[in-house]
C-alpha cells in the first residue's frame, strides 16, 4: 500500500483548520474537465440545488450530497428512506408508522403529527416534483443517482413548505448507452432485497430505462397476550416498486416522461407498553425484540399504494432554456394497529379484564386512511445562458391536492368492532411566482437574490355524522374550516472565491410554511388551526479543497429566528394532535462536511453537526399523560400542563455525527473491498414537553460491509456481506405518551450478503 501524501492525523486536522487561508490546487469544474484527475483524487460533485448543474463547492448553500458507494452501503439492508437519519449533518428521520410516513427533520426543525394531512417544514423533491404527502415520501430508494440535502430555508426555486430545508432525490436517467445492474441480498429474518434497471437507445433519439424493486421479509414477532398467543404475527413487509422513464433528445429540445408505481402490504411499527423503566429512560430488563403482548396484534395491517407520472420539456434556445414540469401524483393508505401495545385495560360487564405488560390504562386500537388522494403540480421557467455577467431565471408554480382522510376507532372488547369514525376532506390550492438573479461583481465575488410571491389556500371539513356510537361520548359533529395566507419570500447569497482553493460564502434568507388543520375529531370537538411560520436565517461558511486534491472540508455556521412556529400537541390525555402556534423559537449551530483521499486505498468523510433549539414563548402549554409512571420535568400550571418556554423542539438532537472508511486493494483479476460506518445522534425529547421517560438516548449505529467486485467482458460482478446495527443497541426511539410508557425500538442487528451485476 502506498503511504499517504501526508500520512499523520495532525496534518489532517492542520488541513481542516487552517483550510480557509492555506491553498493548494482546489479547480473548478470547468477546470477539472480540462485537466486529467489524479486517480486518488476526490471527484468533482455536482448538484443541481439551485435548479442547473453546478460544482457543490461553488454554491452558495449548504448542502451535501450522497451517492456511490457510501448509498449503496447504507441502503443495503433493504431499509426504506430512513437510513438517511444521521447519515448527513443535521438530518434526522423517524416515523410511527415503520416504512411509510417518514418525518423529515433538518437544524432542529420537523414535525412530529401523526395524522395525514400535516405538513412538515422539511420538502421531499424527486426528480424534480415536490411530494407534499407524508405518504408520498416514504417512497422506497433504488436506481438513485444522487441524494442531496439542502439546509436552510429553500422558499424562493423549491415549491412549498421548505423553511428547514429539502431533501432531493434524482434517479437514474435513461440515455443512449446501453447499462443496467440486477441485484439480491439475502439476511436476517429471511429477508430478501431484490432491485434491478436496465436502459438504453430505442433509436438514435429515443431511450428508455425501466427499475423494478422487490423487497419481502416474513412475519417473525410473537404474540405472548394471555389469550391472544401467536407465532410470527407482525413484522413482516411485501414492497414492490417500478419507475419507467422515457428520454427524447432533439437538437434543440428534450422531453423525460416518468412513470413510478408502490404497493406495500405488511405490518405497521410495532408498539410495546410499558417498555420504558419508570424513573429512566431505559428498556426494561425483559425486553425482547421478537415478542409484543398486544390484544389486538392480529388486526395490525399497513397497505400502501401509490402512483405518479410526469412530464419534463426543455427547449433550449438562442440565450434561454424554457423548462415545464407537469406532474400528477396519487397515494392510497389504511395502517390499523393496537396503539396502546398491550392487552387488557377495558371491562367487560363491569368485570375488569386482566392487563399487561403492566398497567394499562385504556385499551386503544385505531387506524387511519387515505382512500382517495390526488395531487397535482405544474411548473414553467425561463432560464438565461448569457455569456455576460448577469444572468437569471424566472418561473410560476401551481399546486393543487384533494385528499381524503378516514380516521377509525374500535372496541377491543367486542373483537375490534368499529366505534368511531371520521372523515376529513382537505382541497389545497397553491400558486407561485418566482425569480432569481446571478450577477458576476468581479472575477472572484458572484452575488444572487431571489425573490417568491406564493399564495396558499386550504379548505378543510371534519366530518363525525357517520360515526357509530362512541365509547368516548361524542356525538355526529361536521366542522368545516377554511384558512388562507400569501408570503413574499427572499434571499441573498454572495459567494468568494478566497483563492484556488477556498471559496466564503453567506446567505441570508427568508421564507414561510402555509396555515395547516388538524381535524381528528374522534375523541374530541374541536379542529384546531395553525397560522402561517415565517423563518429568516444567516449563515456563512467556506468550502475548500486542500491536500492537493485529496481532501475537501466544508464548514457552516448558521442562526435563525422563527416567528409562530407550527407546533403539533401530539397526545397528552388522548390519541390526538392539537396545533399551536409559539410566539418565536431560534436555532444556531455549525455544520462540517468533510471527505479524504487517505491514499490509493482508503477513503474516508467524516460529518459533524450541532444544533441548539429553544422554545421562546412563556404564554404556551400542553397537556400531559396524567399517569403515575410519567416523570414531566417541566413546570406545571395551575390547570396542570405542561410549560414548554425554553424546551428544545422535540426530536432534534443537538449533535450529529458520521464517519465512514473504505479500503479497496486489487487482489488477482479483481479487486477486494471493505467499509465501515459509524453514526451517532445525541439525546432527543421526543415530545413538546420534556419528561425523564421519554427523552431518547444517544444512539450509535455501525455498519460493516466487504466483499469482491470483478469485471469480464461487459459485465462488472459484486458479492458482499454486510451488517447494520452492528452491536444490536436497540432503545426506544418514539414514543405514544397518552397510554403507560409505550415505546417504538429501532431495528435490531440486520446480517446479509448481496449478490450485484452491472451490464454495460
Given amino acids: 500500500m502506498k503511504a499517504m501524501k501526508r500520512s499523520t492525523l495532525a496534518t489532517l486536522i492542520n488541513a481542516t483548520l487552517f483550510s480557509a487561508v492555506a491553498g493548494t490546487s482546489f479547480s473548478s469544474l470547468a477546470a477539472e474537465e480540462k485537466t486529467a484527475k489524479k486517480s486518488n483524487q476526490l471527484e468533482v460533485i455536482q448538484v443541481t440545488a439551485r435548479k442547473r448543474v453546478e460544482n457543490a463547492q461553488e454554491v452558495p448553500v449548504a448542502v451535501s450530497a450522497l451517492q456511490g458507494d457510501n448509498l449503496d452501503a447504507y441502503s443495503s439492508a433493504g431499509m426504506d428512506i430512513r437510513f438517511l437519519n444521521a447519515k448527513i449533518p443535521s438530518l434526522s428521520i423517524e416515523s410511527s408508522f415503520g416504512r411509510s410516513f417518514p418525518r423529515f427533520y433538518v437544524r432542529g426543525l420537523g414535525n412530529t403529527d401523526f395524522d395525514l394531512n400535516a405538513s412538515q417544514p422539511v420538502s421531499l423533491v424527486v426528480d424534480e416534483v415536490v411530494q407534499e404527502n407524508a405518504i408520498l415520501k416514504g417512497f422506497p430508494v433504488f436506481d438513485v443517482e444522487r441524494v442531496e440535502v439542502l439546509r436552510g430555508p429553500q422558499g424562493t426555486l423549491f415549491g412549498r413548505n421548505t423553511p428547514a430545508g429539502l431533501v432531493k432525490f434524482d434517479s437514474v436517467k435513461p440515455s443512449q448507452e446501453f447499462d443496467g445492474y440486477g441485484s439480491v441480498s439475502y439476511g436476517s429474518r429471511g429477508a430478501v432485497d431484490t432491485s434491478g434497471a436496465v436502459g438504453g437507445a430505442l433509436t438514435d433519439r429515443l431511450s428508455a430505462r425501466v427499475s423494478l424493486l422487490w423487497q419481502d421479509k416474513d412475519d417473525y414477532i410473537d404474540n405472548q397476550a394471555p389469550g391472544f398467543e401467536a407465532k410470527d404475527e407482525q413484522g413482516g413487509y411485501t414492497e414492490k416498486a417500478a419507475r419507467v422513464q422515457f428520454l427524447y433528445e432533439g437538437d434543440d429540445f428534450t422531453a423525460l416522461l416518468n412513470y413510478h408505481t408502490r404497493d406495500l402490504d405488511g405490518s405497521p411499527i410495532a408498539f410495546r407498553a410499558n417498555v420504558i423503566k419508570t424513573g429512566t429512560n431505559e428498556l426494561v430488563d425483559n425486553y425482547e425484540s421478537d415478542v409484543v403482548y398486544q390484544d389486538a396484534a392480529s388486526r395490525s395491517t399497513q397497505q400502501v399504494e401509490s402512483e405518479g407520472a410526469s412530464l419534463k420539456l426543455e427547449w433550449e434556445l438562442k440565450n434561454h432554456t424554457i423548462t415545464s414540469i407537469s406532474a400528477w401524483e396519487s397515494a392510497e393508505i389504511y395502517s390499523r394497529a393496537d396503539i396502546d401495545g398491550g392487552y387488557g385495560g377495558f371491562s367487560i360487564d363491569d368485570v375488569p379484564v386482566a392487563m399487561g405488560p403492566g398497567f394499562i390504562p385504556f385499551s386503544s386500537e385505531s387506524a387511519d386512511g387515505i382512500p382517495d388522494h390526488d395531487q397535482l403540480t405544474q411548473e414553467l421557467r425561463l432560464s438565461s445562458n448569457f455569456d455576460g455577467d448577469l444572468n437569471y431565471q424566472v418561473g410560476v408554480f401551481y399546486f393543487d391536492e384533494e385528499l381524503t382522510i378516514e380516521n377509525f376507532s374500535y372496541d377491543t372488547s367486542n373483537n375490534g368492532t368499529l366505534n368511531g369514525f371520521v372523515r376529513q376532506q382537505q382541497d389545497t390550492t397553491a400558486w407561485a411566482v418566482f425569480g432569481s438573479v446571478d450577477y458576476v461583481v468581479s472575477d472572484d465575488l458572484k452575488v444572487t437574490a431571489g425573490l417568491r410571491y406564493s399564495d396558499d389556500e386550504k379548505d378543510f371539513v371534519a366530518d363525525r355524522t357517520l360515526s357509530p356510537l362512541s365509547e368516548f361520548g361524542v356525538g355526529p359533529k361536521l366542522i368545516p374550516e377554511n384558512v388562507s395566507d400569501s408570503h413574499v419570500s427572499w434571499d441573498l447569497s454572495a459567494n468568494y472565491k478566497v483563492n484556488d482553493d477556498v471559496n466564503w460564502y453567506g446567505r441570508v434568507a427568508n421564507t414561510f410554511r402555509a396555515p395547516s388543520l388538524q381535524g381528528r375529531i374522534l375523541f374530541n370537538e374541536e379542529v384546531t388551526i395553525a397560522d402561517s411560520e415565517t423563518v429568516t436565517s444567516y449563515e456563512t461558511g467556506i468550502k475548500s479543497d486542500v491536500l492537493d486534491g485529496q481532501g475537501r472540508v466544508n464548514a457552516t455556521v448558521f442562526y435563525y429566528t422563527m416567528d409562530d412556529q407550527q407546533l403539533t400537541a401530539v397526545g397528552g390525555d388522548t390519541n ?158 418514539g414514543a405514544v405518551d397518552f397510554n403507560n410508557n409505550t415505546g417504538i425500538v429501532n431495528e435490531e442487528r440486520y446480517v446479509g450478503a448481496e449478490f450485484k451485476v452491472r451490464f454495460f
Fill in 576 to 733: 390526538s394532535s392539537s396545533l399551536i402556534n409559539a410566539d418565536k423559537t431560534t436555532g444556531y449551530g455549525f455544520e462540517l462536511d468533510t471527505q479524504w483521499v487517505l491514499s490509493d486505498e482508503f477513503n474516508a468523510t467524516f460529518n459533524l453537526s450541532y444544533n441548539k433549539t429553544e422554545i421562546k414563548d412563556d404564554s404556551i402549554s400542553i397537556p400531559v399523560p396524567d399517569r403515575v409512571t410519567l416523570n414531566v420535568t417541566d413546570p406545571i400550571n395551575n390547570s396542570g400542563f405542561a410549560i414548554l418556554d425554553g424546551n428544545s423542539l422535540p426530536h432534534a438532537p443537538e449533535w450529529i455525527s458520521n464517519f465512514t472508511l473504505r479500503y479497496t486493494k486489487e487482489l488477482a483479476d479483481g479487486n477486494f473491498f471493505a467499509s465501515g460506518d459509524i453514526s451517532y445522534r445525541s439525546k432527543i425529547n421526543m415530545f413538546l414537553y420534556e419528561s425523564v421517560e421519554f427523552e431518547g438516548k444517544e444512539l450509535i449505529e455501525t455498519g460493516l460491509r466487504t466483499g469482491y467486485t470483478w469485471s469480464e467482458g461487459d459485465y462488472e460482478y459484486e458479492v458482499a456481506a454486510f451488517v447494520r446495527n452492528l452491536f444490536d443497541e436497540q432503545q426506544v426511539i
